[in-house]
C-alpha cells in the first residue's frame, strides 16, 4: 500500500503495463502522469514533451503503429487540438497498445470549459475507461493497453479532477522491464486512409462494436447489483460520492466504461421502477438509458434533477436523490460560505516578469486592447491587461481578427513562449500575411510554468534531460515576415517603457519579446538576487506601488513594506515617485 | 456519517497544505487504514486560497461537504474564516494566529478585519490558536510553519502522535528532519497550552 496522487498512481501503472513511448503536452490537471514518467531513475522507454496536443498524438500513434506500447496525455481541451488525428486513428487502429489520457475537469478548476472526454470516444467510436477512485484508475490504465491491442484501437482513458488529484492508499503491481522495439510494417490499406481504403476501414471500426460492448461487460467495469424496486446509476468519480449515501435497498449500477452494452443495460433497467442517473457534465449514461427505458421513469439531467454544470459531491448527489424521491442514508447541513471574507484568488509571484510587463503595455497603450492567451499571464486579468483568452494560441488571432474587422484602437496581444510554440505561430504567419496592424508581446519566460514548469524547446531541455539546441524566437517571428522584432529584459522598465512607445509608432505587425526566466525556475537554478526594501522616511503612502500589485509588498500606517516573499526583480523601486525603495544593503 | 474523520487543511498557495496532507496519508497508511485526499493543483496555487480534504478510514469520495469536516486545520486566520462553514456548529478549529493580507485588498483598497475581529468572529467555535510564525522560528526554521501546525492540530486526531511523528520524518525533505521534528513537537506543547 502506499498514498498515492491519482496521477502518480496512473503513472505507476503505465511503468506496471511496460510502457514504451509516452507524449503529451501540459494541461491541468494530467500534466503529473509525463513528469512522473521523465523523472524514473531507471528509464527503459521514451518519453518526451510535444509542442502541441495534435504533434503528440501522431507521435504516440505513430509509436503505436510501430507495435510499442504508447501513451498520449492531454487535458479535455488538448483533445480538441488532437481531435483530427483521433477521429480517423479510429479507422486506421493500432497495432501495439494505445492509451488516450483525457483529463476531464469538472467545475472548470483550472480550465477554460466542461467538456466531456467520453463525448469524443463515443463520437470516434473508440472503448472509453472512466475510474471512480485511485485504485480503480490505477487498475484500469493496466487493462487499457490490452484491451487496445485486443480490439486495435486507441482507448480512451478519463480521469477527472477528482481523481488526477485526489490521494488514496493504492495497491500497486510490480513494475515490469521488457519493452518493445518498434517497427514500422508497410500497410497503405491501414495507413493510407484515401476513400477507397478509409470507407472500408470504417465498416471495419463499425463492425468491431458489438464485440467490444460485451467484453467491457466481463472485465466488470460496468457493474449491477439489483437491491429493490428502484435503483441508481452513476459514473466515474460521482459513483463514489452514489456509494457514500445510497440506501441499502436501492439498485446500483455503476458504469465505468464505454460503449454500454444495451442488453446489459436494459437488464437491470427493466428490473426497476424508478432510476435515477447521476454522472458529471454530459448526460453521457443517461442518454443510453433512456434509449433502453420502457415504462421505468428516469430522472437525470434532463429532468433538472443532476446538474449539468459544475462537479458533484456527496451532498449534491444527496439533493438530487431527494428530488427523486429517494432517500439518501445522509443530510448534509445547508451551510453557507461566510459572506465578504476579502477574496484571496491566484497571483502573479513576486518578481514574475509579466507583472512588469503588464504595466508597461498599459501605461503606454492606455486605449488598447488586449488579447491574451493561457498561462500564468492569464491571471493579467487582475492588472487589466486581459481583454480576451478562448484557448490556446488565440491571442494573435483573435487580435489580428478585431484589427481587421475595422476597430480603430490599437491591439497589444500577450501569449507565452510555450504557447507561442503551441499554436501561436500560425496566428502570427497569418497576420503579417494578411496585414494586420497589432502589436505582439511574447512573454518568454523559457519554461511552461503554469502546469508546473515543464520544459519546451525554448528552454533547450527535453523532457529526458537532455541538453536540445534553444529555438529562436526572434529568428521565428522573423521568418514569418516581421520585420520590428525586439528582444527585451522586462525588469528594465525604462528599456520596456521605450520599446512599447517605439513599437506604437510602426505599422504592421510589431514583436516584442520580454525575455527574462520565471521565477520559480531562476530561484530553483540557484539565481539569487538582493530582495528590495522600503525607507519610511521616504515613502509619503502614495501607494502607487500598491497598484502594481507584486504580493510582496505590504501596506501599514499608511506606508508601504516589503515582505520577504521579494524576489529582487526592482521595478518596483523604478516605480515609486519618491525614489523610497531600494535594493537591500545599500 | 461513514465513521471517517474528515479533515480538512486551507491555507494560501505556497504554505505546505499539500505536504500536510501527505503527512497525514502516510500516517494512514502506517496505521493500515484507508485514506481519500483531495488538492488544489494548477493556477489556484500561485498565491491563492487552497485547501486540502483529509479524510482518514475513508473508503469513498475525497470531498468533504460543508459542515461535516470534524476538523479544520488554518494555516492562516483570514483562510479559517473563510472556511469555517465546513465545520458543524461548535466544530473544532486548529489555526494560526497570524494572516497574511491578501494583495488584491491593497490593489483595491478593501478593508480586512484585525486579528482580534477576526478571533471574535470565530468565538462560537471549539478554538486552538498557535503563533505558527514564532514557533517555526524557535524550531529552527520560519518554513516548518506548516508542521508546527500540523504538530498542534495532531491532539485532536484519531491518529497516534509517535504515527504522525515517523510520518513526518518519512515526507519531509531529508535536511530538514530535525527542524521539523521540533516544529512538529513545539506545535503539539503550544495546543497542549491554549
Ligand atoms: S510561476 Fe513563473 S510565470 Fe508563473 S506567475 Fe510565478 S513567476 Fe510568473
Ligand atoms: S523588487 Fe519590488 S516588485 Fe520586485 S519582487 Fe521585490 S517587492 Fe516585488
Known amino acids: 500500500m502506499q498514498y498515492l496522487l491519482g496521477n502518480e498512481a496512473v503513472a505507476h501503472a503505465c511503468l506496471e503495463a511496460n510502457i514504451d513511448f509516452a507524449s503529451g503536452y501540459p494541461g491541468t490537471p494530467s500534466s503529473e502522469v509525463i513528469d512522473i514518467l521523465r523523472s524514473q531513475e531507471k528509464r527503459g522507454f521514451y518519453v518526451e514533451w510535444a509542442t502541441n496536443e495534435k504533434v503528440a498524438y501522431e507521435n504516440a500513434l505513430a509509436a503505436a503503429w510501430c507495435g510499442v506500447r504508447a501513451l498520449f496525455t492531454t487535458k479535455h481541451v488538448g483533445l480538441n487540438v488532437a481531435a483530427d488525428p483521433l477521429m480517423t486513428s479510429a479507422y486506421t487502429g493500432v497495432t501495439g497498445g494505445f492509451v488516450v489520457l483525457s483529463a476531464d475537469d469538472p467545475f472548470a478548476h483550472s480550465s477554460q470549459n466542461e467538456q466531456d472526454s467520453r463525448c469524443y470516444a463515443q463520437f470516434a467510436r473508440v472503448p472509453c475507461l472512466d475510474p471512480a477512485s485511485v485504485q480503480e484508475a490505477h487498475d484500469m490504465i493496466r487493462d487499457a493497453f490490452s484491451l487496445s491491442e485486443e480490439f486495435g484501437l486507441p482507448v480512451i482513458f478519463r480521469p477527472t479532477t477528482r481523481i488526477c488529484h485526489s490521494k488514496s492508499d493504492v495497491d500497486l503491481g510490480t513494475v515490469g522491464d521488457e519493452h518493445r522495439v518498434g517497427e514500422f510494417c508497410r500497410d497503405p490499406k491501414q495507413y493510407v486512409v484515401i476513400p477507397a481504403h478509409t470507407r472500408v476501414l470504417h465498416r471495419l471500426l463499425n463492425e468491431k462494436q458489438p464485440a467490444i460492448k460485451k467484453r467491457l461487460v466481463e472485465l466488470g467495469y460496468n457493474t449491477a447489483e439489483v437491491r429493490g424496486k428502484t435503483a441508481i446509476i452513476a459514473s466515474g468519480v460521482a459513483a463514489s460520492y452514489v456509494q457514500e449515501v445510497i440506501g441499502a435497498d436501492v439498485s446500483f449500477a455503476k458504469i465505468g466504461a464505454y460503449p454500454i452494452d444495451e442488453d446489459w443495460l436494459r437488464t437491470f433497467v427493466d428490473a426497476h421502477t424508478r432510476i435515477l442517473v447521476v454522472e458529471e457534465l454530459a448526460p453521457v449514461v443517461e442518454e443510453a438509458v433512456r434509449q433502453v427505458a420502457t415504462t421505468t421513469e428516469v430522472f437525470g439531467k434532463m429532468t433538472g434533477t443532476v446538474p449539468y454544470e459544475g462537479e458533484l459531491s456527496p451532498a449534491a448527489v444527496a439533493a438530487a436523490m431527494a428530488t427523486a424521491g429517494f432517500s439518501p442514508t445522509q443530510s448534509f447541513p445547508a451551510q453557507r460560505a461566510p459572506a465578504a471574507v476579502a477574496p484571496r484568488p491566484p497571483i502573479l509571484c513576486a518578481g514574475c516578469s509579466h507583472r512588469s510587463t503588464f504595466y508597461a503595455m498599459r501605461k503606454v497603450f492606455k486605449d488598447g486592447i488586449f488579447p491574451s492567451d493561457i498561462g500564468c499571464y492569464t491571471l493579467g486579468l487582475q492588472l487589466g491587461g486581459v481583454d480576451t483568452t478562448i484557448c490556446m494560441g488565440a491571442s494573435i488571432t483573435v487580435g489580428s481578427g478585431i484589427k481587421q474587422s475595422g476597430e480603430e484602437r490599437d491591439v497589444v496581444c500577450t501569449i507565452g513562449d510555450s504557447t507561442f510554440l503551441h499554436t501561436g505561430i500560425p496566428g502570427l504567419l497569418s497576420a503579417v500575411y494578411n496585414g494586420a496592424n497589432m502589436t505582439v508581446v511574447i512573454l518568454d519566460n523559457r519554461i511552461t510554468a503554469m502546469t508546473g514548469h515543464q520544459p519546451n524547446p525554448n528552454t533547450g531541455i527535453t523532457a529526458m534531460g537532455t541538453e536540445s539546441t534553444p529555438i529562436s524566437l526572434d529568428a521565428i517571428c522573423r521568418a514569418c515576415g516581421v520585420s520590428f522584432v525586439e528582444t527585451v529584459d522586462p525588469y528594465d522598465l525604462p528599456l520596456l517603457l521605450a520599446t512599447f512607445r517605439q513599437a506604437k509608432e510602426k505599422d504592421g505587425v510589431r514583436v516584442i519579446i520580454a525575455k527574462q526566466p520565471c521565477v520559480i525556475t531562476a530561484r530553483r537554478a540557484g539565481i539569487k538576487r538582493k530582495p528590495y526594501a522600503v525607507d519610511p522616511e521616504r515613502c509619503t503612502g502614495c501607494g502607487v506601488c500598491r497598484s502594481f500589485g507584486c504580493p510582496a509588498i505590504a501596506f501599514a500606517d499608511e506606508k508601504a513594506w516589503v515582505t520577504d516573499l521579494c524576489a529582487g526583480c526592482g521595478v518596483c523601486a523604478d516605480i515609486c515617485p519618491s525614489g523610497a525603495i531600494h535594493r537591500e544593503g545599500r | ?194
Open chain 2, 1 to 194: 456519517m461513514n465513521g471517517s474523520f474528515d479533515i480538512l487543511i486551507v491555507g494560501i498557495g505556497g504554505q505546505g497544505t499539500v505536504l500536510a496532507s501527505n503527512v497525514l496519508g502516510e500516517a494512514c497508511i502506517r496505521e493500515g487504514r484507508p485514506v481519500r485526499s483531495a488538492e488544489t493543483h494548477g493556477m489556484a496555487q500561485r498565491g491563492g486560497s487552497v485547501e486540502s480534504h483529509v479524510r482518514i478510514d475513508g473508503r469513498y469520495g475525497s470531498l468533504i461537504a460543508p459542515g461535516c469536516a470534524d476538523l479544520l486545520i488554518a494555516f492562516d486566520l483570514l483562510e479559517a474564516l473563510r472556511y469555517r462553514h465546513y465545520l458543524p456548529e461548535g466544530g473544532r478549529l486548529v489555526t494560526n494566529r497570524r494572516f497574511v493580507t491578501p494583495t488584491s485588498v491593497y490593489m483595491q483598497k478593501q478593508t480586512v478585519p484585525d486579528e482580534a475581529e477576526i478571533l471574535a468572529a470565530l468565538g462560537d467555535l471549539d478554538l486552538t490558536c498557535i503563533d505558527a510564525a514564532v514557533i517555526a522560528s524557535e524550531a529552527g526554521s520560519p518554513l516548518s510553519q506548516n508542521i508546527v501546525m500540523l504538530g498542534g492540530a495532531s491532539r485532536f486526531m484519531p491518529l497516534a502522535a509517535e504515527t504522525l511523528l515517523a510520518a513526518v520524518r518519512a515526507c519531509v525533505p531529508p535536511k530538514t528532519v530535525a527542524i521539523n521534528e521540533r516544529a512538529f513537537s513545539l506545535g503539539r506543547d503550544a495546543a497542549g497550552r491554549c
